[in-house]
C-alpha cells in the first residue's frame, strides 16, 4: 500500500515504519544466524566425511576382502606383461608363446554397386559364423553404402565398410567392401555369401571370398602358448585374445609380439606395492586427525588490548571427538602383543603418525606372511572404524549431517513463514500510518473551516455601548 509521508502530520513514516520493522525482524535474522551457522557445520562434515570414506577406500586395498594382491608378477620380456591376483600362488615358470590371436577380416573383389536377382530384386547377403549360425541380410537398394548399413545394422559375426577401389575403363568409381569380424579368434571366424541362408544350406550360394579379386586379409585364429614345452608335461594353453587367462591360478599373461625364446613369468612378493599402499594408509590416517584437529582448536586474539576467543567448529563435537578417537586407536592398537611401530607405523608424541619404510621392508624380508598379516590387519581396523563414521545410511558421521540438514530445512520453513508474517506487519503499520494521516488531514481542514468561521463573525467596540 502506497503512502506519502507526512503529508498531513509532516512525519517521515516510511523510516519510522522500517524502525519499527527491524525490531519485528529480530527473530528471523536469530533463525537466519542458526541456519548459518548450521550449514557451515555441514559443510564441514561433508568434507571431513569425504576424508574419511576415502581413508575406509585406502585401509580396503591394503586388508580386507577386496585388499590389492601382494604379490607381482615380472617377465623376462618386454613384450609380454603379466599380472598376479589375490590368493595366486608365489614361484616361477616358463611360457613358450607360439602365435597371437586374429579377427578375420576379409574383402571383395571390385564392384560399382551390389548385384540384383534375375528378378530384378535386390540379392541378399548371408553371413556365417563360427556356430554355423546365419544371418540374412537384404540391403535397401544396390547401394553399396545401403549394403554396409545393413550389414552394420543386422548384429551378424562381422561389420563392413565400403573402401574407394579406383574407377572402371568408363569412369565409374568402384570400390570394395571390407567385413571385419566382431569378435577376435577363432571363434568370431564366418563365411561371406551372396544368396539366402537356404542357397547356403544347399550349396547354391555364391562365397564372396572365391571371386576374382577378393581376399582374406587375416584368418580368424586363436593365440596359443604351451608351459612345460618340449617335456611330457607340455600343455597348450589357447585364448582368442591376446591375454592367456588363469595359466596358473590367478596368474594373467598378456603377449604383443611372439618372443624369440621361453618367457619366465615370476611370482612374487610386491614388496614395493606393499610399502607403496601402506604409507598411503598412514598419510589418509594423518590427513583425518589433522583435518579435525585444526577445526578443533581454539584461538585468542587480541585487538587494542581486547583479547576475543574464537572456537574452532568441531570445538566440543562429541561425535567428531569419538571419530578421532577410534580411528587413531585403531592405528596405533597392538596387533597380537606387537606394537604397529614393528611393522613401521609409528605414533608421534603429538598423535600424529609416521611411516618407517625401512622397518617395513625389514619385516618383509624376515616374515613376510606374519608381516602381510599385521598389516592387513591394521588395515582393517582402520576401515572399520573409517566405515563406522562414513557409510552412508548408518555412520555416525552421515547421521549426523542428515540430522543437521533437517534442522536447515525446518529452519527454512521458518524463515519463510517469517517472511510472511513480516509482510503482512509492514501493511498492518502501513495502514495505521495512512489512517493516521487521513485523519490529521480531516482534523486540519475541520480546523481551517472554524478558523475561517470564527473569523466572518462581525466584530463589536466598548465605545458602542
Same mark, same amino acid.
Given at each position: 500500500m502506497a503512502s506519502i509521508d507526512g503529508l498531513a502530520s509532516g512525519l517521515d513514516t516510511t523510516s519510522?515504519?522500517?524502525?519499527?520493522?527491524?525490531?519485528?525482524?529480530?527473530?528471523?535474522?536469530?533463525?537466519?544466524?542458526?541456519?548459518?551457522?548450521?550449514?557451515?557445520?555441514?559443510?564441514?562434515?561433508?568434507?571431513?566425511?569425504?576424508?574419511?570414506?576415502?581413508?575406509?577406500?585406502?585401509?580396503?586395498?591394503?586388508g580386507g576382502s577386496t585388499a590389492v594382491s601382494a604379490l607381482a608378477a615380472t617377465t623376462s620380456a618386454t613384450s609380454v606383461t603379466a599380472t598376479a591376483a589375490k590368493g595366486a600362488p608365489a614361484g616361477t615358470f616358463a611360457l613358450t608363446i607360439d602365435r597371437l590371436a586374429q579377427s578375420q577380416v576379409d574383402v571383395t573383389g571390385t564392384m560399382s554397386a551390389w548385384p540384383t536377382n534375375a528378378d530384378g530384386s535386390v540379392a541378399?547377403?548371408?553371413?556365417?559364423?563360427?556356430?554355423?549360425?546365419?544371418t540374412e541380410i537384404t540391403p535397401a537398394s544396390t547401394s553399396l553404402q545401403d549394403v554396409v548399413d545393413a550389414v552394420n545394422a543386422s548384429g551378424g559375426p562381422a561389420t563392413a565398410v565400403r573402401v574407394k577401389a579406383g574407377t572402371a575403363a568408363d569412369g565409374t568409381a568402384q570400390y570394395r567392401l571390407q567385413f571385419s569380424a566382431t569378435d577376435s579368434g577363432a571363434a568370431g571366424g564366418y563365411t561371406v555369401h551372396r544368396g539366402t541362408a537356404a542357397d547356403v544350406a544347399a550349396g547354391t550360394a555364391t562365397d564372396l571370398m572365391t571371386?576374382?579379386?577378393?581376399?582374406?586379409?587375416?584368418t580368424a585364429q586363436d593365440a596359443s602358448a604351451r608351459l612345460y614345452a618340449g617335456t611330457a608335461a607340455e600343455q597348450v594353453v589357447t585364448s582368442s585374445t591376446n591375454t592367456f587367462t588363469g595359466v596358473l591360478p590367478g596368474v594373467d599373461v598378456t603377449a604383443t609380439t611372439v618372443p624369440d625364446s621361453p618367457v619366465t613369468v615370476t611370482v612374487a612378493l610386491d614388496k614395493d606395492g606393499v610399502a607403496k599402499r601402506t604409507s598411503a594408509l598412514v598419510?589418509?590416517?594423518?590427513?583425518?586427525?589433522?583435518?579435525?584437529?585444526?577445526?578443533?582448536?581454539?584461538?585468542?586474539?587480541?585487538?587494542?588490548?581486547?583479547?576475543?576467543?574464537?572456537?574452532?567448529?568441531?570445538?566440543a563435537n562429541s561425535t567428531v571427538t569419538m571419530v578421532s578417537d577410534r580411528?587413531? !586407536? /585403531? @592405528?596405533?592398537?597392538?596387533?597380537?602383543?606387537? %606394537?604397529?611401530?614393528?611393522?613401521?607405523?609409528?605414533?608421534? =608424541?603429538?598423535?600424529?603418525?609416521?611411516?618407517?619404510?625401512?622397518?617395513?621392508?625389514?619385516?618383509?624380508?624376515?616374515?613376510?606372511?606374519?608381516?602381510?598379516?599385521?598389516?592387513a590387519a591394521?588395515?582393517?581396523?582402520?576401515? !572399520? /572404524? @573409517?566405515?563406522?563414521?562414513?557409510?552412508?545410511? %548408518?555412520?555416525?558421521?552421515?547421521?549426523?549431517?542428515?540430522? =543437521?540438514?533437517?534442522?536447515a530445512s525446518d529452519l527454512s520453513d521458518q524463515i519463510s513463514s517469517w517472511d510472511t508474517r513480516l509482510a503482512a506487519r509492514r501493511a498492518t503499520l502501513q495502514s495505521l500510518y495512512n489512517a493516521m494521516e487521513g485523519s490529521l488531514g480531516a482534523l486540519k481542514s475541520q480546523q481551517s473551516w472554524l478558523t475561517s468561521q470564527i473569523s466572518s463573525l462581525p466584530t463589536t467596540s466598548s465605545s458602542s455601548n
Open positions: 519510522l515504519i522500517n524502525s519499527l520493522m527491524k525490531v519485528e525482524q529480530l527473530p528471523q535474522q536469530q533463525l537466519q544466524l542458526r541456519q548459518q551457522t548450521g550449514q557451515s557445520l555441514i559443510s564441514a562434515l561433508q568434507a571431513l566425511n569425504t576424508k574419511v570414506a576415502a581413508l575406509a577406500d585406502t585401509g580396503r586395498a591394503l541378399t547377403l548371408t553371413l556365417t559364423d563360427a556356430t554355423g549360425k546365419t571371386e576374382t579379386g577378393a581376399a582374406v586379409v587375416t598419510d589418509a590416517v594423518n590427513g583425518v586427525l589433522a583435518s579435525i584437529k585444526s577445526q578443533r582448536s581454539v584461538t585468542t586474539t587480541t585487538t587494542s588490548g581486547s583479547s576475543s576467543v574464537k572456537s574452532g567448529i568441531f570445538t580411528i587413531a !586407536a /585403531a @592405528a596405533y592398537q597392538p596387533i597380537n602383543g606387537r %606394537s604397529p611401530a614393528t611393522w613401521g607405523v609409528e605414533l608421534n =608424541r603429538d598423535g600424529t603418525f609416521t611411516f618407517n619404510e625401512d622397518t617395513l621392508r625389514s619385516a618383509l624380508a624376515t616374515d613376510p606372511a606374519g608381516t602381510q598379516q599385521a598389516l591394521l588395515a582393517v581396523r582402520v576401515t !572399520a /572404524a @573409517a566405515n563406522d563414521a562414513s557409510a552412508p545410511a %548408518s555412520g555416525s558421521l552421515s547421521t549426523m549431517i542428515q540430522g =543437521r540438514q533437517a534442522e
